[in-house]
Every structure is written in structure tokens, then in C-alpha cells.
């Protein structure tokens, strides 16, 4: 049985849409959009897979800081979970949209989780994290780049 459902898509993003779709060699915008939410669930299954434990992740993303509140509510959550912050950059584009890069650290369901709200937030777009699996430190000798060799 076939689920059907509707979408609201603006019509730059609907025609860049269907130029991938007739790029790629589709017939139809439903095969593309059902290879695409393939894509995204496999992609999701393996990055939970290879990401237990503790992780780094750099998380981006392109805000319209006139949205209501926006700026705001994604600063507040930033200071919410400050423990994972490592590191942010905050970019205007132009004047209206920002683009920040958050380097985090933390428990790989817990950055996960966080990446996933902010990329949700109303008025975020162009939302990506990838998150990279932590090694156990080990003695680095010599090699340690001016600081201790263990994590605190």
C-alpha cells in the first residue's frame, strides 16, 4: 500500500528540485523523494551505528535572524548545553541571514539530539552536522601540541 502525503515548498526550492530530479534521470518527483528519504534513513541508521560513545561534530547552518525570536532561542540553547560547546562562529551573509558553525563535544546521542532541535528551529535552513566518533586518548609522547595529553 502506498502512503501519500502533501508538502508546502517555495517555488525556487520546487524548481531547483526539479532540475535534480530531471538531472538524476527521474521519472517522477515521487521516486526522487522516496530515494531521498532512502538516503537520509540509511545515512541516519549508520551514523547512529558509528557514533556510540563520544564524538566531535561540527554543526552549520544559515539563519534569518529576523525571524521571531530566532536568534534568541538558538542562543539559548547554545548556553543550555555550554558543556558540549567547544567552539562558534557566527557569519552575516547579508542583511538578513547569518550562518554559524558550532564545533561540539559530547555524548553521541546528546549532540545528536542537540543538532537535530537546532536544525529544526523555524527560520533555520541549510541545517547540517557531522558528527565524528572519539578515539580513546592515548599517550601521544612528545606529540601533544602544547597541551596535556588526557582529556579533562
Do not use: W
Amino acid at each position: 500500500m502506498i502512503e501519500r502525503f502533501t508538502i508546502s515548498i517555495d517555488p525556487e526550492l520546487m524548481a531547483a528540485f526539479d532540475a535534480f530530479i530531471t538531472q538524476k534521470g527521474y521519472e517522477n518527483r515521487s521516486e526522487a523523494v522516496r530515494d531521498l528519504i532512502r538516503e537520509e534513513l540509511s545515512a541516519q541508521r549508520l551514523e547512529e551505528a558509528e557514533s556510540a560513545g563520544q564524538v566531535v561534530a561540527c554543526l552549520s547552518y544559515v539563519y534569518n535572524h529576523d525571524e521571531r525570536r530566532l536568534a534568541s532561542r538558538l542562543v539559548d540553547a547554545q548556553h543550555r548545553l555550554h558543556h558540549m560547546s567547544r567552539a562558534t562562529m557566527h557569519v552575516h551573509l547579508d542583511s538578513h541571514e547569518c550562518m554559524e558553525v558550532m564545533i561540539l563535544e559530547g555524548a553521541a546521542a546528546e549532540v545528536r539530539r542537540f543538532a537535530d532541535d537546532v536544525i529544526a528551529e523555524r527560520g533555520v535552513r541549510h541545517g547540517q552536522a557531522n558528527l565524528v566518533p572519539l578515539r580513546p586518548v592515548r599517550d601521544h609522547g612528545s606529540h601533544t601540541h602544547g597541551e596535556p595529553a588526557a582529556r579533562p
